[in-house]
């Protein structure tokens, strides 16, 4: 069965976020790989992340999606959450080795590589700006650059609203990014990496606030590609006789770990990702309040 461009064969995906940032991630892999059943996990009951203990978090990712891996069985686990990815993918990997795990982390590389003036930016959580790892990406892929970071606390949340369709006023937004334009080297700033999966539901408005002349970089796609690079290595899934999902499988679903605020319309936005309702996670519960 051809599942679509980048892959061929039946595979099954775990997609994790603290909230409703990884389902940008999810619609990239859907458009490469149409026929993959994904499910997608949203630790709603503790987010954000970027505002919660290390300790805690890295104990808690491990337990939540030990768990999952045990009950859903997907064939790869996409970390698209840039707080857990830098903070808890080697535990992760301990935790479940045969399990591969496919993290997603600020784009320093990439912005390295498209500025024209050496002078990259990244807008993210307080968690992800302060990570050693961050340092050590800097160091690695961009030692010649002026990296302006700016940890937008409220920025998320902001994005959680706008999915469900909720309006937030533009001076709510410039307040978020207000910091990357306060540098010395702000003037010569031409490139922005997103380090937090939710800022893609926030980004046509950035854009419009931001000065002229900014390339902003999303990396979602590149995480999609790289998942079904690790999935073709992996072998395609066999359908059980019994009927069941799409082929026979399961089919995917939208694990909360807690009722998102607001339910009703965060659900009336869900079919363009592949979800016509939510499960409260662990106990198979769904809620149709959209109907």
């Known amino acids: 069965m051809l599942v679509g461009p980048a892959l061929s064969g039946t595979y099954r995906i ?4 603290s909230g409703i940032g990884g389902l940008g991630i ?3 892999i ?5 026929g993959l059943v994904v499910d997608y996990l949203a630790d709603t009951a503790v987010f954000p992340y970027g505002e919660q203990d290390d300790a ?3 104990s808690h990712i491990v337990t939540l999606l030990r768990n999952a891996v045990d009950r859903l069985k997907p064939q790869a686990v996409i970390i698209a959450c840039n707080t857990a990815s830098t903070l808890a993918l080697d535990a992760l990997r301990s935790a479940c080795p045969a399990t591969p795990f496919i993290g997603c982390v600020p784009p320093i590389r990439w912005a390295a590589r498209v ?14 700006t302060r990570r050693p790892y961050l340092a050590r990406l800097l160091a690695l892929h961009a ?10 606390p409220k920025l998320a949340g902001y994005a959680e609203r706008l999915f469900r369709g909720e309006d937030v006023a533009n001076p709510l937004l410039e307040d978020e990014i207000r910091g990357l334009w306060d540098h010395p080297q702000s003037s010569r700033l031409d490139t922005v990496g997103l380090g937090c999966t939710h800022y893609t539901f926030v980004l046509d408005r950035l854009k419009a606030l931001a000065p002229p002349g900014i390339d902003w970089l999303d990396p979602a796609q590149a995480v ?10 992996v072998p395609a899934l066999q359908a059980p006789a019994s009927p069941g999902g799409a082929h026979g499988l399961r089919p995917g679903r939208a694990w909360f770990t807690a009722l998102p605020e607001n339910a009703g319309a965060l659900i009336a936005h869900l079919p363009p990702f592949g979800f016509e309702q939510i499960h409260l996670w662990p106990d198979d519960q769904f809620s149709r309040l959209a109907e």
């Open 26 to 28: 999810v619609r990239a």
């Open 143 to 152: 030692p010649d650059c002026t990296l302006i970071t700016h940890a937008a």
């Open 56 to 58: 805690f978090l890295i």
């Open 30 to 34: 859907r458009a490469l790989a149409p």
């Open 224 to 233: 999609a590609r790289h998942a079904c690079t690790v999935l073709r290595a």
């Open 14 to 17: 775990l997609a994790f976020d």
């Open 115 to 128: 500025s024209q003036t050496g002078v990259i930016g990244l807008l993210a959580t307080r968690a992800t």
